[in-house]
């Protein structure tokens, strides 16, 4: 049974592993701290097991902050993302739960932050709650996030403002995902002025 005759400091809390006189692998401190390596340990079919579970939630941590650098992602696109690099059930599981607990993947704040934006963007509701369902959130809290908004009318009204009436604008609106009766009222007193009529 191969023991561990020699553990080196590596670069970025890394660790060269030595058995039996050969190195062997350099590992993250972490999973050699969890593992009980230390010299003189024999590298028994437990301990091995046990190394190889802490590499694999190690490197299901890592590709999961890897991928939140980027964006914020609700928990499961990230599933997803994890999923789809390989990373096992059960390592993508606690890899979710570890980053929820540190605050790092929180489904709500992810809805309410990408509704804000959306509907900075000039969407109506019917946009965000889709782009919101596209992004892994559920039906329940993508009616929360959309609570947190100014109302949709407002928000259909100011874009009227900017544009005008007329046919055009109450197509525009309806393409960015405003609900027809928002539309209908925003325009209300605007379209048909013009001669147009309104669209249905």
């Known amino acids: ?119 900075e963007r000039g969407r109506g509701n019917d946009a965000i709650r889709w782009e919101l369902e596209q992004g892994g959130i559920g039906n329940d809290l993508a009616e929360q996030a959309l609570t947190t908004l100014e109302p949709e009318a407002a928000r259909a009204e100011r874009i009227v403002a900017r544009r005008g009436g007329g046919v055009a604008t109450a197509r525009f609106l309806l393409a960015r995902g405003f609900g027809e009766d928002t539309v209908e009222h925003a325009l209300e007193g605007v379209v048909g002025t013009g001669g147009e009529t309104p669209i249905r």
Do not use: K
């Not at 058995?19 to 401190?29: E, F, M, N, Q, S």
């Open 1 to 119: 049974m191969p023991t561990v005759t020699a553990l080196r400091a590596a670069r970025r809390d890394r660790v060269a592993v030595e058995l039996d006189g050969v190195a062997w692998r350099t590992l993250p401190l972490e999973a050699v701290v969890c593992a009980g390596l230390s010299v003189g340990t024999q590298l028994d079919r437990g301990r091995a097991r046990v190394l190889r579970r802490e590499l694999r939630r190690i490197e299901a941590l890592a590709v999961s902050v890897n991928a939140l650098r980027r964006r914020s992602l609700s928990a499961r696109t990230l599933e997803t993302r994890l999923e789809q690099r390989g990373v096992a059930s059960a390592e993508r599981a606690e890899a979710i739960a570890t980053l929820e607990r540190a605050g790092l993947v929180d489904d709500r704040r992810f809805a309410e932050g990408r509704a804000r934006m959306l509907a």
